[in-house]
Nanobody
């Protein structure tokens, strides 16, 4: 049974940092790309960042490129999102998502419950 459990969300000031973590289980973690996505109430799910199965390639949406860093530890079945220089527009519920293959551009087939990130002074 696939499980994805996010943690690390919270309240941060503009310009601050947070590190999100996602613990994965129930599948061969090192065989699949992983992504982070976010959702603001009333809006659709927005892809934020992706990483391929061995961590050699990472991808970001333009609005977070240079501020966020995705990484993974295949020995621990963990994926992370380091978020720096946070802005109020980064406020959202952040989801960890398993991609259906080892290609980041493919669809998600599982995602977690989400962790709330709020950026406010």
């Amino acid at each position: 049974q696939v499980q994805l459990v996010e943690s690390g969300g919270g309240l941060a000031q503009p310009g601050g940092s947070l590190r999100l973590s996602c613990a994965a289980s129930g599948f061969t973690f090192s065989s699949y790309a992983m992504s982070w996505a976010r959702q603001v109430p009333g809006k659709g799910l927005e892809w934020v960042s992706g990483i391929d199965s061995d961590g050699s390639a990472t991808y970001y949406r333009d609005s977070v490129n240079g501020r966020f860093t995705i990484s993974r530890d295949n020995a621990k079945n963990m994926v992370y999102l380091q978020m720096n220089s946070l802005k109020p527009e980064d406020t959202a519920l952040y989801y960890c998502a398993k991609v259906a293959s080892d290609h980041v551009e493919d669809d998600y087939d599982y995602w977690g419950q989400g962790t709330q990130v709020t950026v406010s002074s």
